[in-house]
């Protein structure tokens, strides 16, 4: 019986950028409660004196669901990934979002692909208090995501999680009140075409003269009635009750232009966000965690090109890496891309191999607060 180790030595490098596939639209649907307290929370903002805001740390709680059998979880490196690109999206806006504690794993096949309403029971069985719960699934109701006030979380499709996707920026949006800048116009489509509009009064002008009390409330984001994924520029012809040819921009997150459209909350948005993690959600502001990068380190047990005697009970072990809090131990099987993940907090592990096999492994250390 021989097994040939191998590996490499990392440390933690992500937050990579690329362009994601085209998705399916975001499922949020946000309550006039929602509406009023943004109002609310926007006002008492307004009073307060205007500096900058400090950076605010916010701990989120990823709940990776798999099937009843442990199958199809989101990959725990691509979690890192996904926090790290998060972060990059909300640097103009000041928020630095890490991982609190562990990768929550969930085995339950009606939460890997759900309904709106089992969604909200899988939150109200799983979420943490004090923190973002954010649950990457196979299919959450239909969408490439979205945030349930019911809930009070936000599910994401892991086909829409990729690198360069927008959909959890988004929907982070959402969970800090903000509408979509169509708000008023959501089922006006079937697909690019139009089937019913909003009253002509409750359409935004492209002037901007009643900016301030329709569609998002925001001023600094254009008349934008699109309520289906749209690509960049906008080259259709619909025109507010005026005649004005209407321009959506489609750089802003909380509209559903392509991914690689977006980059950007406006300004606004900015200060509605803070204004209601200040009001609402102040209990998610906490000290700055740990954000050093964490050494490299190694396997040092087996050593490079063990061949291990005893398939069923494989000792890995590793030296503890200052700033890191826990360890990600990829294992696998040369040439059959079936690679296992172990993610501990311990410097070791035992696994139970295939006899006749190469073995490849990859060590990570990493630091829940290193996401930038
Ligand atoms: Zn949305």
Known sequence: MKYLLSYWLLALAFCATSYAQVQSHCGTELPETARQQLRYARQQYALQPKGQEPTRYIPIKLHIV??????????????YRLICELNED???VGFHFYLAGDLHYIDNSSYYIHDFG???EMMAENNVDGVINVYIVQDPAGTCGYFTWGGDA???????????????????GHYFFLPHTF?????????ATLVDEPPANEQERVNGSNCANTADEFC????DYLSYRWDCPYNGNLSDPTGAAIDPDE????????????????????????ATLNEFRDYLIQPQPNTEQPYNTYLYYPPNGTLVIDPD????????????????????????????????TDTFYVANLSANTNYTMKLLPLSSGNTL
């Open 251 to 274: 750089t802003l997150y909380m509209s559903y232009s392509a991914d690689e459209c977006q980059g950007r909350f406006s300004n606004e948005q900015i200060d509605a966000m803070h």
């Open 183 to 191: 708000s008023g116009w959501e089922g006006a489509f079937e697909g």
């Open 90 to 92: 909300y640097i103009p």
């Open 118 to 120: 089992i969604g909200e």
């Open 220 to 223: 600094d984001t254009p008349a």
């Open 154 to 172: 936000v599910a994401i499709n892991k086909s829409c999680a990729g690198e360069g996707s927008t959909t959890l920026a988004h929907e982070l």
């Open 313 to 344: 009970h494989v000792l890995f072990s590793w030296r503890p890496v200052v700033n890191a809090d826990r360890y990600l131990l990829l294992v696998t099987p040369n040439g059959t891309g079936e690679r296992v993940e172990i993610y501990t």
């Open 66 to 79: 798999g099937t009843d059998t442990g199958a199809g979880y989101f990959d725990a490196i691509e979690a």
